[in-house]
């Protein structure tokens, strides 16, 4: 059986976008066995994948920290039982493992990112991306092809994989489904919907969802997510706050039951995704257009306002250059509109 590893440190969102790769993988290659390097939080993730899928948690804080950490990450892994690697983060820790396995005669296989693409659709307003667009205006496909068909594209030259990109459908989903979810935070401030404009979509949703027995449970993480979010749950009729009360992997497993979940460019749009639920998002700073958009969703549901300053970034994690993000200028009425739209 032909061993290969993949390899994806951070961040959770683009972790959580390889589980689908994988699993399409495996289905493809029924002979492969494949192990999965990534940081050991992200372990639930991978906890309902077949036997021929094995996880390794590196400790990057501990064990395997710095140069010495990375060289006893190797001896660990016992690198050299693999065939083959697929490097999908492509960053300094990524490259050092690589390499020691290329100098071992291992084949390796490296994502490409397009940072050059994603800084045109960024500063489209610079006069070198103007002049770059007009020379070569086939250069920023629009949108861009995600993440996801990025990894795809690093097992296609593996051979492994066949042309063409995975999906579901939501309009062939017989699962019978209850209740909506809502995750109002991100991970930069650039991606989060005003906190005082989602506590009102709260307050609409839970005058429509309530009388009809159906319940808005609030996913969150920290202790000032918590709190938030507790608040609402304590306001609001029909609303459950999931914060610090179940682990990643049932927190997927619940989002498989919902009808719908609303969420910002964030892991729980991914999350979602993973468990095969549609999600109406709301973007900020960023776009959908650059490559992130989750798993199988759809464009026609994403909350966004088309201005010339979109996206301001590629992650959402620079500071709004007018200070006011004017991108998040969306009334409530308008994302609960869309919601009861998609029930």
Partial sequence: MKKILIIRFSALGDVAMLVPVVKRLLAEQPELEVTILSRKQVEPLWTNMPERVHFFGADLKGRHKGWLGMHRLLADLNYRQFDAVADMHRVLRSKIIRNAMFFAGIPVYTIQK?????????HQDLWISKL??????????????????????????????????????????????????????AAHKGKIYPLDKMQEVVRLLSEQISEKGEKIYLFGAGIKEKAVLEKWEAQYPGVVSLAGKETMDKEIEMMRGLRLMVTMDSSN???????????????????????????????????????????????????????????????????????????
């Fill in 114 to 122: 397009g940072r050059w693409r994603k800084r045109l659709c960024v």
């Fill in 132 to 185: 770059v667009l007009k020379l070569f205006p086939d250069f920023l496909p629009n949108p861009l092809p995600s993440t996801i068909s990025r990894y795809e594209d690093v097992l296609r030259a593996m051979g492994l994989l066949n042309k063409g990109e995975g999906s579901f459908s939501f309009e062939n989903d017989k699962r019978i489904r209850h209740d909506i979810g809502i995750a109002p935070f």
């Fill in 269 to 343: 749009m991914h999350f979602a995704s993973l468990a095969e639920t549609r999600v109406v998002s709301i973007w900020g700073a960023t776009h959908p257009k650059v490559g992130f958009l989750g798993y199988g969703q759809q464009m026609d549901d994403c909350i966004q306002q088309e201005l010339p300053c979109r996206p301001c970034s590629v992650y959402g994690n620079k500071p709004c250059q007018f200070g006011d993000y004017h991108c998040f200028d969306i009334k409530p009425e308008v994302v609960v509109q869309k919601i009861l739209e998609r029930l």
